[in-house]
């Protein structure tokens, strides 16, 4: 799905649906993206489309750097994995990874996803932090976390076709 960055074009949110919303940036303001107060809207304050595009990545970036703030502690106690460090940037494809070293990354889009499956792909990192693998030993760690994880898989294999920058 390829985005035009223009007014009115929809965007995922948290699992709801914003539209965009451009104004150009006035004398005051340098730019940026804000969710509006009612939360309908991500208004853009930029002049092109690829200072929209910009803003609208950080946008997303600090929205899940916020999320991973919060969920990254509850499961790490609640599995007893501590990563090194975790990170958010943008990638196209993986929605997060975790070096042998204890490093975790996630993607900036995952806050275009529900709040389940944000946690779920929190939940698969760390486990990875136990298992550097997908094996069953890895699976039963992630189902006893997250009993319904085959349904958020589902679920992510959905709502990421739509969560494109």
Same mark, same amino acid.
């Given at each position: ?6 007014? !009115? +074009? @929809? ?8 539209? &965009?919303? &451009?104004?150009?940036?006035? /004398?005051?303001?340098?730019? %940026? ?5 009612? /939360? ?6 930029? !002049?092109? #489309? !690829?200072?929209?595009?910009?803003? *609208? ?8 750097? +916020? ?5 990254? #502690?509850?499961?790490? @106690? @609640?599995? %007893?994995?501590? #990563? ?17 070293? /204890? ?13 389940? *499956?944000? !946690?779920?792909?929190? *939940?698969?990192? &760390?486990?990875?932090? @136990? =298992? ?10 992630? +189902? ?7 349904? &958020? ?6 709502? /990421?076709?739509?969560? =494109?920058?």
């Amino acid at each position: 799905m390829s985005r035009e960055y223009r007014d !009115e +074009e @929809k965007f995922p949110y948290r699992g709801n649906w914003v539209t &965009l919303t &451009l104004r150009g940036a006035d /004398g005051d303001s340098r730019g %940026g993206a804000a969710l509006s107060e009612d /939360g309908m809207s991500l208004i853009v304050r930029a !002049e092109r #489309p !690829e200072e929209a595009r910009r803003f *609208v990545l950080f946008f997303y970036t600090a929205r899940t750097e +916020e999320t991973i703030r919060e969920l990254l #502690p509850v499961w790490s @106690k @609640k599995l %007893g994995a501590r #990563p090194i460090s975790a990170s958010v940037k943008y990638a196209k494809t993986r929605w997060g990874s975790c070096s042998s070293d /204890g490093r975790l990354f996630f993607n900036s889009r995952l806050s275009m996803l529900s709040d389940d *499956v944000a !946690e779920y792909i929190v *939940v698969h990192e &760390l486990c990875h932090l @136990k =298992q550097m693998n997908h094996s069953r030993a890895f699976w039963d760690c992630v +189902e006893a976390a997250l009993p319904t994880c085959r349904a &958020l898989r589902r679920k992510l294999r959905i709502e /990421g076709q739509s969560a =494109q920058l």
